[in-house]
DNA sequence: GCCATGGCTAGTA
DNA sequence: GCCATGGCTAGTA
């Protein structure tokens, strides 16, 4: 078989926070949660994949789902280790191949945040370090890394120490 | 091809 | 400053 079937496990969300007007991006989120999902492996599989919206990913946006994939529950890693541990592109080329991640949240693009320890962005939103004004979805990542024992300051900073940071490939 | 656009970062101040 | 994308031409066939 050349995909790797997954069922994804349903993360508990506040219900005050479904209850809430949903945005697009929200909804997508939620159902794509409690959906089972396909993620290929081949490289065939990968090169005729069609986003929903009917977009192709790119070779080095596959190479960062990836990588992101291995982080594993309780760590975080950042923009600037993926792109030195893939060897290629950038800090900002990694945060665009996220914030078009429809693999949510089995490659799991909250897990990464700024190389400051910020929060930094998600789908499509980010926070300003200097003006620090809570974005609806930038909210939604801090509460997943709650959930899985990840903390951040009232401005946005990752709480603990270095330890968190993920570096390794697996 | 060209050019603008980012979920950034290093390096100043 | 970085560099992968994406939208848009221009130029070929």
């Not at 060897?87 to 799991?108: H, I, K």
Request: proline fraction near 4%; charge should be positive.
């Amino acid at each position: 078989m050349l995909i790797e079937k997954t069922t994804l496990v349903s993360h508990s969300f506040k219900r005050s926070a479904l209850k809430n007007k949903e945005t697009d991006a929200e909804s997508d989120f939620t159902t794509t949660t409690s959906r089972s999902c396909s993620y290929p492996l081949e490289e065939t599989e990968r090169r005729t994949f069609k986003t929903k919206e009917g977009k192709a990913i790119t070779a080095h946006q596959w190479a960062v789902y990836d990588f992101v994939r291995t982080i594993p529950v309780g760590k975080v890693t950042t923009y600037k280790v993926v792109c030195s541990a893939l060897g290629a592109g950038s800090p900002r080329s990694v945060g665009t191949a996220l914030r078009n991640n429809p693999f949510a949240p089995f490659v799991p693009c909250h897990r990464v945040i700024a190389s400051t320890g910020y929060i930094g962005g998600f789908f499509g939103e980010w926070n300003s370090p200097t003006n620090h004004a809570q974005r609806k979805q930038v909210q939604r990542k801090i509460e997943l890394l709650n959930q899985e024992g990840v903390e951040f300051t009232d401005k946005g900073y990752l709480m603990g120490g270095k330890e968190i940071i993920w570096q390794e490939t697996n």
